[in-house]
């Protein structure tokens, strides 16, 4: 085996995984704040790789793009708190079992809404930068090539990881967002109106998420419907790696998960080249249940 | 006190079955038709005794569609014998088969939901997600390897000589499909569905008022891929191969969304909810084609906000005259 | 007290919670067809103690003997079947379940389950329904049942399961005078008739000084006193214990100006 190829393809797997990492931090949050799982997640993502690409469409720009995903994130958390989430766990103080199932149900009906949305404009064909990406060189490392866009979505994962994380260290709304995830009766008994959090996290949750859409769009080159079907699952596992509602332990779990991909996919590679692909995505899903089962509070995150 | 009454339920049940045959007898559509409600009613009846009766909801239920698919195609592609016999004796041979693919499901669902039934609520379903996935990748690894020349991306279709005709298909759903619907009733009026409602409703109280509780999770998770697996093989069939799309989340959503319009936790309510599901998919999908499952989307997220309860959820707390609902629609 | 009088043995339990000791080296026996009373201030470790003789915690040391038994460790629904029934402090209702359902649950699974067939369950379900007083409501859904019916209910659940032992949680918490006294006239009128035995946790001192025939009371953990019931409320220990909680401890002092 060469171990050369293993190292590289390992690192190509990092690179990958800081921007997964980035692109579950929407769903860690609303995931540790108030149960819900965005079954959405998928959707919301390349919603914000498809408006990037629209809006690149109209001005040539595609940090434009970027800033406009962001906008329209928020401002869809915001309608999605109050369309779906606000009846089942707004004034909740204790989410059950039930309610969790509803929420699931709600944000999956949102997402074959989405979805079918997709395909009715979009259809299966790529979009994405165009002649842009052309213009955009490669830069060597070493023995590695590595594309200029897959750097850049790096950066800004990282950028914007450390700035979430300090966000909910440092400031008072951030603090508040943190007290009701671990305990929104006694955050309420201090005086924090946990709707009004509820509300918040839901608006920074997807409007990260749409956020990244951009991100997976550098690294991917360019959008289809089944992108989703492909960061959506990998988004969960990432959460359950680095423990709910933990936005450094997303980007720990999006790192392992890239590094145990891209090992894998080295190691089969050796052997045979066209399992390579499924087989290091088997590898991943199957860590997902076992720390499921063992460690359900998640590598980094504190015991429920 | 309302025993006459309570037989409605049956009724109904022997009605849609008898419809099912007076339309195939009288050729008042295709076989396709039929067979693709019966598809919708199959796998909506199977993921019920799981979620509907113990309340899990398995999200990565597909899983045992896709792998009953499989096992059933690959089987008779690669043993004769197996092509015999899914041949004979007008769709009880092809039905056989499809016990092998139901056998390979329920022996995963057993295996995984020895470990995976610990999870409740959404660890559960996300864990169903994953195992989903899992097993997807492994066949798209796996199954390209069996035959390099044919499988090329994990499709693997029927050759001419190993395709069954439509009647015979028929009859195997057919006779699934009754038996399926025979094992949630009893499932609805036995211990067994007794101990796993109270599952349901609160899993720490039913243990300890005896339902072995981990015991009667298994053995629902199992029978659900039992009869999910057997479906997948015969639709695999009908479809004259397999590829990875059956273990699409799409296949899992329309399972639990059917069983969402009709009504958890009830006989009649998954069968309604794929008789609705079915016309509604068709009604929109003529009318509004390309948004059609944008509004089924609207129309889920309705249902989950304002009627929770589905259907017969919703007619079962009403009276007419002196006759509960609740009672006649058990 | 020969053997075959004794029906519970517990022996020297421990359960630890981390560092936290909930019970520690709790020895006691009960006979049949005996009703005893489980005391002490709140975070004593009662409920824990149930949870260990119902198998829903393993004890770190210690045994619990059970009709000659040794139960120790095993999972709930086993003990269940082999005749231990408990209700819960806190109800624990099926609530989208009809009150003849809930009751059926306790039937079908209790200490004859897979022998009771689904009739016969209606008609044992039915029976303890009417034991407390629930018959009229078999039909609707235990979620309309207020507090009182609520823990009515699942008295009828647990003596649906046919136990030999029964352990009654807090039954009377949280009820009014009357319904106290109507729930102690149940408590023992299905004692007598099915030749059950009792113990009962319960804060409501009159309650539980009238119907035990012996008391144990525990504190942190520990046993700290055991006897008939006019014993336990002259023990200054038992006292000091509860003064901690001065309401309780003014109705030993009451009970004991009364007597």
């Known amino acids: 085996m060469d171990i050369s190829l293993l190292i590289i393809s390992s690192i190509y797997g990092l690179f990958w995984g800081a921007i997964l990492g980035f692109a579950a931090v929407g769903l860690t949050l609303l995931w540790g704040v108030m149960k819900v799982v965005n079954l959405a997640q998928g959707e919301m993502i390349i919603l914000g790789s498809y408006v990037a690409v629209i809006i690149f469409a109209m001005v040539y720009n595609p940090f434009a793009g970027a800033i406009v995903a962001l906008l329209l994130g928020l401002f869809a958390g915001f309608l999605v708190y109050w369309a779906l989430l606000h009846k089942l766990v707004g004034k909740v103080e204790k989410i059950t079992l039930k309610i969790e199932m509803s929420t699931l149900l709600a944000m999956f009906s949102l997402s074959i809404a989405l979805m079918n949305f997709y395909y009715f404009i979009f259809g299966d064909e790529p979009r994405g930068f165009g002649l842009w990406n052309i213009g955009i060189s490669n830069i060597k490392l070493g023995a590695m090539t590595v594309r200029t866009n897959v750097l850049l979505a790096d950066v800004l994962s990282i950028v914007s990881i450390v700035v979430v994380y300090l966000f909910l260290e440092r400031t008072i709304l951030g603090k508040s967002i943190r007290a009701v995830m671990q305990d929104a009766q006694a955050a309420s008994l201090v005086g924090i109106d946990p709707v009004k959090i509820k509300m918040l996290t839901a608006v920074l949750g997807i409007g990260l998420t749409t956020f990244s859409g951009f991100m997976v769009l550098l690294y991917e080159s360019a959008v289809t419907p089944d992108i989703a079907h492909k960061y959506a699952p990998l988004s969960f596992v990432i959460v359950v790696l680095g423990g709910l509602g933990s936005v450094i332990g997303a980007l720990i779990g999006g790192l392992i998960i890239g590094l145990v991909y891209g090992l894998s996919k080295g190691i089969v590679t050796f052997y045979n080249a066209k399992m390579s692909d499924p087989v290091a995505l088997a590898v991943v899903f199957v860590i997902l249940i076992v720390i499921l089962l063992v460690k359900p509070e998640g590598l980094f995150g504190r015991k429920r | ?330 | ?259």
Do not use: C, W
């Open chain 3, 1 to 259: 007290m020969s053997s075959s009088d004794v029906i519970l043995i517990v022996d020297n339990v421990t359960k630890r919670f981390g560092g936290l000791v909930a019970n520690s080296r709790v020895s006691f026996q009960l006979k049949r067809g005996e009703i005893l009373g489980l005391i002490g201030p709140n975070g004593a470790g009662k409920t824990t103690l149930f949870n260990v003789i119902t198998g829903v915690y393993k004890p770190d040391e210690g045994k619990v003997i059970f009709k000659g038994e040794d139960i120790t460790g095993k999972p709930p629904h086993e003990i269940t079947r082999k005749g231990i029934a408990k209700t819960h402090q806190i109800v624990k209702p099926f609530n989208d379940m009809t009150v003849l359902e809930n009751a059926m649950v306790g039937a079908l699974f209790g200490k004859r389950a897979r022998q009771v067939a689904m009739e016969e369950a209606r008609e044992i379900a039915m029976d303890s329904l009417k034991l407390v007083g629930l018959d009229a409501f078999s039909d609707e859904f235990a979620a309309k049942l207020n507090l009182h019916q609520k823990k009515m209910l699942e008295l009828a659940r647990a003596l649906s399961a046919e136990p030999d032992l029964l352990l009654l949680d807090e039954v009377l918490a949280g009820l009014n005078p009357k319904e106290i006294e109507e729930s102690l006239e149940i408590i023992r009128k299905v004692k007598d008739e099915r030749n059950l035995s009792v113990i009962m946790i319960e804060h409501v001192m009159h309650a539980v000084m009238n119907i035990s025939d012996r008391i144990v009371v525990l504190h942190y953990g520990r046993k700290i006193a055991e006897g008939i019931p006019e014993e336990i409320a002259n023990n200054p220990e038992v006292i000091t214990a509860y003064l901690g909680e001065p309401e309780l401890a003014l109705k030993f002092v009451k009970r004991r100006v009364t007597k």
């Open chain 2, 1 to 330: 006190m309302l025993k006459e009454f309570r037989s409605v339920t049956l009724g109904i049940i022997i009605a849609i079955i008898v419809a099912i045959l007076v339309a195939r007898v009288l050729h008042l559509t295709t076989l396709d038709t039929l067979m693709t409600i019966m598809y919708f009613m199959g796998i909506a009846l199977s993921l019920n005794i799981i979620m509907g009766f113990a309340g899990y909801v398995s999200f990565g239920h597909a899983v045992f569609l896709g792998l009953g698919g499989y096992v059933y195609i690959l089987l008779v592609y690669f043993l004769e014998p197996l092509n015999q016999l899914q041949r004979a004796g007008f769709g009880i041979g092809a039905l056989l088969v499809s016990v092998i693919a139901g056998l390979a499901a329920a022996a995963l669902a057993a295996t995984v939901g020895a470990a995976v039934l610990r999870l409740r609520g959404a660890f559960f379903a996300i864990a169903t997600i994953g195992l989903d996935f899992t097993i997807l990748y492994l066949m798209k690894a796996i199954v390209p390897e069996l035959n390099p020349d044919q499988f090329f991306g994990g499709q693997v279709i029927l050759p001419a000589d190993r395709i069954v005709d439509k009647e015979t298909i028929f009859n195997a759903f057919f006779i699934a499909t009754v038996v399926l619907i025979a094992v949630n009733y009893y499932i609805r009026k036995s211990p067994f569905g007794m101990g796993l409602t109270a599952i349901k409703e609160d899993e720490d109280a039913a243990e300890v008022l005896g339902v072995p509780t981990t015991l009667f999770k298994i053995l629902a998770f199992s029978l659900a891929a039992f009869f999910t697996g057997m479906i997948g093989a015969l639709f695999s069939l009908n479809g004259g191969g397999v590829d990875e799309t059956l273990f699409g989340l799409n296949h899992s959503i329309d399972m639990i969304v059917m069983i969402v319009i009709g009504g958890l936790g009830t006989v009649l309510g998954p069968i309604i909810g794929s008789l609705i599901y079915y016309e509604l998919y068709d009604l929109l999908l003529v009318h509004y084609p390309g948004v059609n499952l944008i509004i089924l989307g609207v129309i889920v997220a309705i249902m989950v906000l304002f009627f929770p309860e589905g259907l017969i959820g919703i007619l079962r707390r009403y009276k007419i005259g002196n006759v509960r609902l609740r009672d006649i629609l058990e």
